[in-house]
Antibody
Framework: EVRLVESGGDLVQPGGSLRLSCAAS????????ISWVRQAPGRGLEWVSV????????QYADSVKDRFTISRDGAKNTVYLQMDSLRAEDTAVYYC????????????WGQGTLVTVSS | DIVMTQSPDSVAVSLGERATIKCKSS????????????LAWYQQTPGQPPKLLIH???TRGPGVPGRFIGSGSGTDFTLTISDLQAEDVAIYYC?????????FGQGTRVEIK
């Protein structure tokens, strides 16, 4: 059974940094596509970033490019999202998500971790 | 980016009746080489992550009740919930996974009338 557990969400000031973690079981993060998807309070879903299985190619939404970095640790079977230069509009629940058959469809989700950017 | 537009934003339906949600993409999500529509539907209840209901526009996910029916092709899609149950109260999102970035519709809230 695939299980994803996010952690690291917190209250941070604008301009600050935070690192989120997504601990996986039931799959290998080094072999599967893992994405981060966020949801601002009361709003819809926005895909943020993906790290591909195998070579580890990464992609980002324009809204976070050059500020966020996705990475993985195969030994810990964990994916990370390093978030720098945070803005109020980054406030959201951040989910990690994956799919067993397609890199940009999501049939497994974690419970999410809340990031609040506020002074 | 492919823009996904859902209608309506909200719908209220009596128990046992049918709810219909539309989703339109700004460009086709039909991959002609395999004749598959790269379109998914998700259900999100309060405080929970989204749950994949439908993929390939019309294939139900494991354990998804038969009252959830996905249809459509190309740029126009429909999610029909027949025989609405109380546990179907949720927000429903369509999502295309044809192009990068994957994009979602704004969501449709389904309520009981």
């Amino acid at each position: 059974e695939v299980r994803l557990v996010e952690s690291g969400g917190d209250l941070v000031q604008p301009g600050g940094s935070l690192r989120l973690s997504c601990a996986a079981s039931g799959l290998k993060v080094s072999s599967d596509y893992i994405s981060w998807v966020r949801q601002a309070p009361g709003r819809g879903l926005e895909w943020v970033s993906v790290i591909f299985g195998g070579g580890g190619t990464t992609q980002y939404a324009d809204s976070v490019k050059d500020r966020f970095t996705i990475s993985r640790d195969g030994a810990k079977n964990t994916v990370y999202l390093q978030m720098d230069s945070l803005r109020a509009e980054d406030t959201a629940v951040y989910y990690c998500a994956t799919d067993s058959a397609n890199g940009f469809r999501f049939n497994f989700w974690g419970q999410g971790t809340l990031v609040t950017v506020s002074s | 980016d492919i823009v996904m537009t859902q209608s309506p934003d909200s719908v209220a339906v009596s128990l046992g009746e049918r709810a219909t949600i539309k989703c339109k993409s700004s460009q086709t999500v039909l991959y002609t080489s395999n004749n598959l529509n790269y379109l998914a539907w998700y259900q999100q209840t309060p405080g929970q992550p989204p749950k994949l209901l439908i993929h390939w526009a019309s294939t139900r996910g494991p354990g998804v009740p038969g009252r959830f029916i996905g249809s459509g092709s190309g740029t126009d899609f429909t999610l029909t919930i027949s025989d609405l149950q109380a546990e179907d109260v949720a927000i429903y999102y369509c999502q295309q996974y044809y192009g990068t970035p994957p994009t979602f519709g704004q969501g449709t809230r389904v309520e009981i009338k």
